[in-house]
């Protein structure tokens, strides 16, 4: 569930508990890397759920969030920065699935490697998921 989907916050969550019969997801992985996108996970789960915050890579800013929503909900809270080998393994044997379910090619927005400022204010403005620079 993208956090910048249309509606904002609200729709989102919205969304969540139209999906899972109100009760809010088992797993809610924030990869975003946009800071106040970890508030907003800990208001998607159900309780007893779990929260895996991989998305914050670099530190983008400090974030407001509820440490009751953690406790309240009996969250199992897990942070990671980096991966292993026989993850990167699962995830590409995953990419067909993935490409079958999901448009990843929305996800992505290509920028000519002389347009590497723009790609790269894009991505700190949180304007595009990812940016990908190619070479003509």
């Not at 916050?9 to 996108?37: F, H, K, Q, S, Y």
């Not at 407001?64 to 991966?83: E, K, T, W």
């Not at 927005?109 to 590497?116: G, N, Q, R």
């Amino acid at each position: 569930m993208c956090t910048t989907a249309p509606g904002g916050t609200a729709a989102v969550l919205d969304r969540v508990r139209a999906e899972t019969g109100g009760a809010g997801a088992d797993l809610v992985i924030e990869c975003a890397g946009v800071p106040t996108a970890v508030a907003q996970g800990l208001t998607l789960a159900h309780r007893g759920g779990s929260y895996l915050v991989i998305g914050q890579y670099t530190d983008a800013a400090d974030t407001l969030l509820n440490p009751h929503q953690i406790v309240y909900r009996q969250l199992d809270v897990v942070g990671s920065r980096a991966f292993t080998g026989a993850h990167l393994v699962e995830y590409v044997r995953l990419l067909p699935a993935l490409a079958a379910r999901f448009d990843l090619g929305r996800l992505v927005s290509s920028y000519p490697l002389d347009d590497h400022k723009v790609a790269l204010a894009a991505v700190a403005e949180g304007s595009v998921m990812k940016a990908v620079l190619t070479n003509p």
